[in-house]
């Protein structure tokens, strides 16, 4: 009954930006920790940004931090990734996680389907 379905990825060159986004359905969003998780060859998975319940408390992966920036509009029931600054490295398929409640430090219970980001010239 939960979903997540990110959107926004894509094609982009070294040096630009991507938005990415996640609509959530099938439960109360403004209630849980969210968080982006990234999958590639190179890395396997990796966490690399979290927001709390509200947006208030944010946190990334140190190889992220002052490039992306995570978001969400709870009215919306969406969450956001800006990415700028983007090389190759940050290429995988990028999926947007569910919070099994609202603290950072619980489980990821829910994945989206995953986008693929390619960073490439």
């Known amino acids: 009954e939960v979903q997540l379905a990110e959107s926004g990825g894509g094609l982009v060159q070294p040096g630009g930006s991507l938005r990415l986004s996640c609509a959530a359905s099938?439960?109360?969003?403004?209630?849980?920790?969210m968080n982006w998780v990234r999958q590639s060859p190179g890395k396997g998975l990796e966490w690399i940004a979290g927001i709390s319940s509200s947006g208030g408390s944010l946190l990334y992966v140190d190889s992220v931090k002052g490039r992306f920036t995570i978001s969400r509009d709870n009215a919306m029931n969406t969450m956001y990734l800006q990415m700028n600054s983007l090389n190759p490295e940050d290429s995988a398929v990028y999926y947007c996680?569910?919070?099994?409640?609202?603290?950072?430090?619980?489980?990821?219970?829910?994945w989206g389907q995953g986008i693929l980001v390619t960073v490439s010239s």
């Open positions: 996680t569910k919070g099994a409640g609202s603290n950072w430090r619980d489980a990821l219970d829910a």
């Open positions: 099938g439960f109360t969003f403004g209630n849980y920790y």
